[in-house]
Each structure stands twice: as structure tokens, then as C-alpha cells.
């Protein structure tokens, strides 16, 4: 009798977006960076002056940003949760006595990323026709090794658009896979 488990498992394909999805995806990356260093300086400040935590809201950096209304709000809620794990990482360190590992403010380069989890939750919606569907993009056209439909997909958990230092864009889709023990 075989017993399958469950792994969570990336997959990564190279996307080929138009110039309009090719715009879309840089303000996402470059919201997200704006959020992520904003809400740093504002649990540094806060930091600094009081001596405890605090937790920034991406609706209240609206007024100063509004272009943000524009992005993805998830590539906006996932670089809070990324900055808030930074700085859970480094609290633990703190414990340990160790006092390197302060987060760092994110530059603008070259290459970037931002994830979003509320996608098709089904291989057959994710992708159709050899395009994946990335929300705020549509269908974006892509190129992989992996044959999708012979993989045993329990559950897709989020999806990762990158843009590498050459300006290539990738996108790698998080799930949950069924194996033989």
C-alpha cells in the first residue's frame, strides 16, 4: 500500500509579459519597496522613540502615495508581512545576543519581486493555453519544463513575480504537491 505526503514545492517558469503587463509588473515591485521602506522607517522612528513595536497600515500611506491605490494589493500586504518577519528575526537575535540583522531599506534596482496569493487555487484556472493568470495582468504568456498536468497539485498557496538583474521575468507558483512516502 503506497502513502502519499504532502510537500509545499516551487516551480518556477519564465514568463514573457507585454509592455503593458511589462509596466504593470515594475510598479508592483516598486510599490512594494515604497511600502516596505516607508513602514521601516516608520518601526524605526517608532522604535527609536518609544522603545515599541508598531504596525503600519498600507491604507494609511494612501495620502502620502496614492499612486499605491494602483498596485496589487497583495504585492503591497506581502512586503508588510515580509518587513514584519524581518524584524521577528531579528528580535530572536536580540534574545540570543546577538545585535547584527537590523532590516535594511530595499534600493531601487534592477531586480525585484512580489507575491500574491489570491490567484486561481486550480492548476487548470492558474494556467490556460500555455498563458498564466497573474491578477492586475491577465493571461501572460510562458515557458517552462514542467508538464502541470501530470503533477499531482493538491493546493496552489501564492505565486512570486520576479525580474532578475537582466530584466528577464519569472514567476514561481507555490504548492502543495502529493508524493509517494
Known amino acids: 500500500m503506497d502513502f502519499l505526503m504532502i ?8 514568463i514573457y509579459p507585454t509592455k503593458k503587463q511589462v509596466n504593470m509588473i515594475n510598479k508592483n515591485i516598486g510599490c512594494a519597496r515604497v511600502v516596505y521602506n516607508t513602514a521601516l522607517n ?11 513595536r508598531f504596525n503600519p497600515i498600507v491604507s494609511h500611506m494612501y495620502e502620502d502615495f496614492p499612486y499605491l491605490k494602483d498596485a496589487d494589493s497583495q504585492a503591497l500586504a506581502w512586503s508588510l508581512q515580509n518587513l514584519n518577519t ?3 528575526n531579528w528580535f530572536d537575535r536580540l534574545k540570543k545576543g546577538i ?3 537590523y532590516p ?3 534600493r531601487k534596482e534592477h531586480k525585484g519581486s512580489y507575491k500574491n ?3 486561481p487555487k486550480t492548476i ?9 493568470f497573474i491578477p492586475k495582468l491577465g493571461l501572460v504568456e510562458f515557458r517552462t519544463d514542467y508538464d502541470f498536468s501530470k503533477l499531482n497539485i493538491k493546493k496552489i498557496r501564492n505565486i512570486t513575480i520576479k ?3 537582466t530584466i528577464k521575468y519569472y514567476c514561481s507558483i507555490c504548492v502543495d504537491v502529493d508524493i509517494p512516502e
Open 7 to 14: 510537500i509545499t514545492r516551487a516551480y518556477e517558469v519564465r
Open 42 to 52: 516608520l518601526k524605526k522612528t517608532f522604535w527609536e522613540r518609544y522603545g515599541e
Open 86 to 88: 524581518a524584524f521577528k
Open 99 to 101: 545585535k547584527e540583522g
Open 104 to 106: 535594511k531599506f530595499k
Open 117 to 119: 496569493s489570491m490567484m
Open 124 to 132: 487548470n484556472k492558474l494556467i490556460r493555453n500555455n498563458k498564466i
Open 163 to 165: 525580474r532578475s538583474n
